[in-house]
């Protein structure tokens, strides 16, 4: 069973810049997938950021693209999210996410950005930004 454990999260002020960790335990072979989700009071779970190996690429949120970016180390077993410029808006609890093995259909339409295409979870970190 993959574990996944989310750090980083605190309390900013707006414009300010973050840095959330997620180190992934027991990481199969093969490819692999990861992300970073975000849910706010009363919002639905939505995706933020993934990553993939085999071939390498990236999905950003249109919320976030030119502010964020997703990087992965140590074989993806831990992948990172710089968050810059942060708004009010951005304020939730971040969570990490992994299909491992990773879907070949995870990126068709957009479905990477739903809870539903992703396997494991982590706990979650709160991200708070005040204006």
């Known amino acids: 069973q993959v574990q996944l454990v989310e750090s980083g999260g605190d309390s900013v002020q707006a414009g300010g810049s973050l840095r959330l960790s997620c180190v992934a335990s027991r990481v199969t072979d093969g490819r692999k997938c990861m992300a970073w989700f975000r849910q706010a009071p009363d919002k639905e779970r939505e995706g933020v950021a993934a990553?993939?190996?085999?071939?390498?690429?990236?999905d950003y949120a249109d919320a976030v693209k030119g502010r964020f970016t997703i990087s992965q180390d140590s074989a993806m077993k831990t992948v990172h999210l710089q968050m810059n410029s942060l708004k009010p808006e951005d304020a939730a609890m971040y969570y990490c996410?992994?299909?491992?093995?990773?879907?070949?259909?995870?990126?068709?339409?957009?479905?990477?950005?739903?809870?539903?295409?992703?396997?494991?979870w982590g706990q979650g970190t709160q991200v708070t930004v005040s204006s």
């Open positions: 990553i993939y190996t085999d071939p390498s690429s990236v």
């Open positions: 996410a992994a299909d491992l093995p990773c879907s070949p259909d995870l990126r068709l339409m957009g479905r990477w950005a739903l809870p539903t295409g992703w396997t494991f």
